[in-house]
Nanobody, 122 residues
Framework: QAQLVQSGGGLVQPGGSLRLSCAASGAALAYDVIGWFRQAPGKDREGLSCINSRDGTTYYEDSAKGRFTISRDNAKNTVYLQMNSLKPDDTAVYTC???????????????WGQGTRVTVSS
């Protein structure tokens, strides 16, 4: 009965592409924003991108700009992260989260997916 279920991780060669999925259900549907995060080996978790599930507004951190694209399919209650031109430095556990946006523009997170591993290697 997980509220956020992820798929799409795996092993990919440098220069390749992957699309990660985050499907929401139950209580997670009450939240407006879905975000993507990653944690590389030996590093802290970092935010990558987020999307407002109602109006499609998107935001990208510098680390995700250019090669990553966030999108949504409202009919499936699913948010995607398309990752292109992958590099070994992109190797990490990728996690989605559901939250809400505040008047200040800051987000808070209430539900987290199980995480999925992405390994970029020859």
């Amino acid at each position: 009965q997980a509220q956020l279920v992820q798929s799409g991780g795996g092993l990919v060669q440098p220069g390749g592409s992957l699309r990660l999925s985050c499907a929401a259900s139950g209580a997670a549907l009450a939240y407006d924003v879905i975000g993507w995060f990653r944690q590389a080996p030996g590093k802290d978790r970092e935010g990558l991108s987020c999307i407002n599930s109602r109006d499609g507004t998107t935001y990208y951190e510098d680390s995700a700009k250019g090669r990553f694209t966030i999108s949504r399919d409202n009919a499936k209650n699913t948010v995607y992260l398309q990752m292109n031109s992958l590099k070994p430095d992109d190797t990490a556990v990728y996690t989605c989260a559901a939250g809400r946006v505040h008047d200040s523009g800051q987000n808070t997170w209430a539900y987290w997916g199980q995480g999925t591993r992405v390994t970029v290697s020859s």
